[in-house]
């Protein structure tokens, strides 16, 4: 059965960093793509960043670019998401999902979802 859980949500203040894990479970195949998504409060869920399992190739949205890195550790079937000078407007319910083949940004194009990890970034 396939499965995601993020971990590694929190609070912390503006400036300051975390580290999302995206740990799977249940993958048959080595062609697939682990992207992350965040949703704040009465807005659509965005594409944040997106990653290949096989090449490693990675894409991020304008607004994480320079600061968010994705990264995997295929032997630990897990995806990292880290964090740096994180800003208010980065607080939300940060989701991991998984679609065949092709890295992408849009929520439409993912099928199997996480239940989510809350990152709230305040003073």
């Known amino acids: 059965q396939l499965q995601l859980v993020e971990s590694g949500g929190g609070l912390v203040q503006p400036g300051g960093s975390l580290r999302l894990s995206c740990a799977t479970s249940?993958?048959?195949?080595?062609?697939?793509?682990i992207g992350w998504f965040r949703q704040a409060p009465g807005t659509e869920r965005e594409g944040v960043s997106c990653?290949?399992?096989?090449?490693?190739?990675?894409y991020y949205a304008d607004s994480v670019k320079g600061r968010f890195t994705i990264s995997r550790d295929n032997a630990k079937n897990t995806v990292y998401l880290q964090m740096n000078s994180l800003k208010p407007e980065d607080t939300g319910v940060y989701y991991c999902?998984?679609?065949?083949?092709?890295?992408?940004?849009?929520?439409?194009?993912?099928?199997?979802w996480g239940q989510g990890t809350q990152v709230t970034v305040s003073s």
């Open positions: 999902a998984v679609r065949e083949y092709y890295c992408s940004l849009s929520r439409a194009e993912f099928g199997s």
């Open positions: 249940g993958l048959t195949s080595d062609n697939y793509a």
């Open positions: 990653i290949r399992r096989s090449r490693g190739s990675t």
